[in-house]
């Protein structure tokens, strides 16, 4: 279950490297934010908070700069009830988050002050047979924001998310992914004191981001498949696999943690 805490401070990487589909660009900023939240129930809490945004984007291949400062409230709702957190075979996951930022930004120059709104929204449901599971992954994103390079930008790529893909490889204002994944529970591995489970398993995977809205649909999306063995152990989940995407793009993966963005 995800904890909601009264005030926050969350100060991101300084260099936190991503690839936007028409350049390469390097965020630097550093984020604030304060918020109160309520818990509904155990399993599901609301909050509304303050954040606020401040530094630049660098565009690598053509030095170009942007100058950024965001700031605006924001409301978000989680419902969690699964049983297991990277290894769920029932119960289901609601997040979804709406935000409102005033920015400010200035790209060689030229100064623009934009008003935006930004959305994010997940859905995880599994469905499980003795030792066999299927999940459900849906998530879809936003912001209507006007700025040259997007501060609120939405990302696809890694296992999981878009497979063979390296992680945030595509980027752009909005977002929209759904996957199924299936894994079979291989080996208990039943020590006694604790348990290390491995899995095996396989996702077909469907997404996109793109730069407007208009440009959203089926047709430029793309699809992409996974097969990896999983293994739950005391140090987190271990993923072991191999993804491919349309296009021919491929990747072995190594993950130690969360594989889902």
Do not use: C
């Not at 469907?206 to 407007?212: A, I, Q």
Request: glycine content about 12%; aromatic content about 18%.
């Amino acid at each position: 279950m995800r904890q909601f805490f009264f005030a926050n401070l969350d100060i991101p990487p300084p260099e936190f490297n991503q690839e936007l589909d028409f350049s390469d660009v390097e965020y630097n900023y550093g984020a604030a934010f304060a918020e109160v939240g309520w818990n509904i129930e155990p399993w599901s809490a609301v909050a509304v908070g303050y954040r606020g945004n401040s530094g630049y984007v660098e565009l690598l291949l053509t030095g170009g700069r942007q100058d950024l400062d965001a700031y605006g409230p924001y409301i978000r709702y989680a419902y969690d009830y699964l049983d297991s957190l990277y290894f769920p075979t029932s119960g289901w996951l609601l997040d979804a988050e709406w935000g409102y930022s005033r920015i400010h930004s200035r790209f060689d120059g030229i100064k623009t002050d934009d008003n935006t709104n930004y959305y994010n929204v997940r859905v995880l449901k599994p469905f499980s047979f003795e030792r066999h599971t299927l999940v459900t992954n849906l998530k879809g994103g936003g912001s209507d924001s006007k700025e040259m390079v997007p501060i609120y930008a939405q990302d696809l790529g890694g296992l999981f998310n878009l497979s063979g893909y390296h992680r945030y490889e595509l980027n752009g204002r909005y977002s929209l992914f759904g996957a199924l994944n299936y894994r079979y529970r291989l080996l208990d591995n039943d020590f006694g004191a604790f348990t290390s489970p491995v899995y095996v398993g396989g996702s077909i995977e469907r997404g996109g981001v793109w730069n407007d809205e208009a440009q959203i649909s089926w047709s430029s999306s793309m699809t992409a498949a996974s097969l990896y063995v999983g293994i739950d152990s005391l140090l987190g989940p271990v993923y072991v696999g191999y993804g491919y995407a349309e296009g021919g793009k491929s990747s072995f993966y190594l993950v130690l943690g969360s594989a889902q963005n």
